[in-house]
């Protein structure tokens, strides 16, 4: 959606296209794209966007769980990599945006959650539904700072955090409106951030070096 013009961003907020602030935001503006147009050509096609936020989480058994290759580039498992030892402290990316605690906010997801709204999506093609966009969401937004709390709440660890400038094109506050979601999919994320924070930590901790 990129810098958002009101909050929270339901499906109707508009896509900036070529003002996307990063690539990856670019990247799934430009298959969005393909699909609207693929489905104007072939109207008698059935395609969902779903637009996810910010999943985190891991599966309740602590057997699967996110192991990125090299440095993490996204927020949970940086924190939980300093958590369990292996990384020294979490960057925080600019601590002067105009938010409660100065640290940007985002509408983080269980994985668990995005799952089962990729089900739900998938009965709508049973109504031959045409193109139709979701956004998967909690509605709610949690700052950076928010995040170190509720992992060290999880976690019982101390978690250090070094405050750093802020990173070209990231935003201050950005959360999701899922009420279309739940109007036609009969879908919405049921899980809590404690519940987020608690699957994470039994991941890690269960595989410090992750899936090695």
């Not at 907020?13 to 969005?32: A, F, L, Q």
């Not at 990599?81 to 292996?86: E, H, I, L, S, T």
């Not at 750093?164 to 049921?190: F, H, I, S």
Request: charged content about 25%; proline content about 8%; some cysteine.
């Amino acid at each position: 959606y990129g810098p958002p013009k009101y909050l929270p961003i339901d499906e109707k907020h508009p896509c900036v296209g070529d003002d996307i602030t990063n690539p990856y935001g670019k990247s799934k503006y430009i298959c969005e794209h393909i699909l609207k147009d693929a489905t104007a050509a072939h109207p008698e096609w059935n395609v969902i966007l779903l637009r996810y936020f910010n999943p985190i989480g891991a599966h309740k058994t602590g057997l699967i769980g996110e192991d990125p290759i090299g440095r993490p580039n996204n927020l949970m498992p940086f924190i939980a990599q300093v958590a369990v030892g292996r990384l020294p402290y979490v960057n925080v990316f600019g601590t002067d945006y105009d938010t409660p605690d100065g640290t940007g906010i985002r509408d983080y997801i269980h994985v668990v959650d995005v799952a089962t709204g990729h089900i739900a999506a998938f009965k709508q093609f049973e109504k031959n539904c045409g193109l139709k966009v979701y956004n998967l969401g909690t509605g709610k937004g949690y700052s950076v700072f928010d995040m170190i709390k509720a992992l060290e709440k999880a976690s019982g660890k101390t978690i250090p955090y070094k405050a750093c400038p802020r990173r070209p094109g990231d935003l201050a506050n950005v959360y999701a409106d899922p009420t279309l979601a739940a109007k036609e999919l009969g879908w919405t994320a049921e899980r809590d951030l404690d519940e987020m924070c608690e699957d994470i930590w039994r991941w890690q901790s269960n595989n410090p070096n992750g899936f090695q």
